[in-house]
Structures are given as structure tokens and as C-alpha cells.
Nanobody, 124 residues
Framework: QVQLVESGGDLVQPGGSLRLSCAAS????????IGWFRQAPGKEREGLSC????????YYADSVKGRFAISRDNAKKTVYLQMDNLKSDDTAIYYC?????????????????WGQGTQVTVSS
């Protein structure tokens, strides 16, 4: 099993940047694909990006491609989501999740472990 804790959410102006962190404890991350999701009020949970072991291949939803970047540090058991050129539509609670698989997925139902979420608000 793996436990996940997100951090880094904040209030930021449009055009600004944030880096979210997903710290894992328990099992090693080397066997897990880690994904980032978000959920805005009244909307379904949206898959944004994931990173797979062992090649660290990255996958992105069209809505964030070119603005967000995912990375992982297996030694620190942490996955990051760098978010640039933020827009008001990016306002949501952001979650990281883990699935014990080497294959990619942006479907929330395919993930087994979830963090508690961190709030990102983009507003002037």
C-alpha cells in the first residue's frame, strides 16, 4: 500500500505558476504509476497527467498540455506537478493518485490510492 499527501496549493494570479508535490509513504513508488487529477465545484474529477515507472514516460490531458509538467523523484518518493500560465479555469482541488501498474491512465477509476487534495485558486 501507499499513502499520499499533496501540498503546494495556493492562491495565484492568472498567468502565474505553482508547483504541487505529492509525497508518498509506505510502498516504494517504483511499482506505481502516479497521476494528477483535479475537481472543480459541480464538475467531475478530471485526469490531468500521469507518469509511469520505470521509464518515467509522461502523459497529459489536452487541457494542460504545454502548461503543466509532471516529474518524479523516486529517492524522495515524491511526484511533482509544475503548473505554468495558470488560468481561472484551473481553479480546483488537485489530487494525486497511485495505481500499481506500469501502464498509463487518466481515468480516476483505475487508481487505487488517493491523497486528500490541495486547493488551487487562480484569481486576480
Amino acid at each position: 500500500q501507499v499513502q499520499l499527501v499533496e501540498s503546494g496549493g495556493d492562491l495565484v494570479q492568472p498567468g502565474g505558476s505553482l508547483r504541487l508535490s505529492c509525497a508518498a509513504s509506505g510502498d516504494t513508488l517504483k511499482s506505481y504509476t502516479i497521476g494528477w487529477f483535479r475537481q472543480a465545484p459541480g464538475k467531475e474529477r478530471e485526469g490531468l497527467s500521469c507518469i509511469t515507472p520505470p521509464t518515467t514516460a509522461e502523459y497529459y490531458a489536452d487541457s494542460v498540455k504545454g502548461r503543466f509538467a509532471i516529474s518524479r523523484d523516486n529517492a524522495k518518493k515524491t511526484v511533482y506537478l509544475q503548473m505554468d500560465n495558470l488560468k481561472s479555469d484551473d481553479t480546483a482541488i488537485y489530487y494525486c493518485a497511485a495505481r500499481k501498474s506500469w501502464t498509463s491512465s487518466l481515468q480516476a477509476k483505475s487508481y487505487d490510492y488517493w491523497g486528500q487534495g490541495t486547493q488551487v485558486t487562480v484569481s486576480s
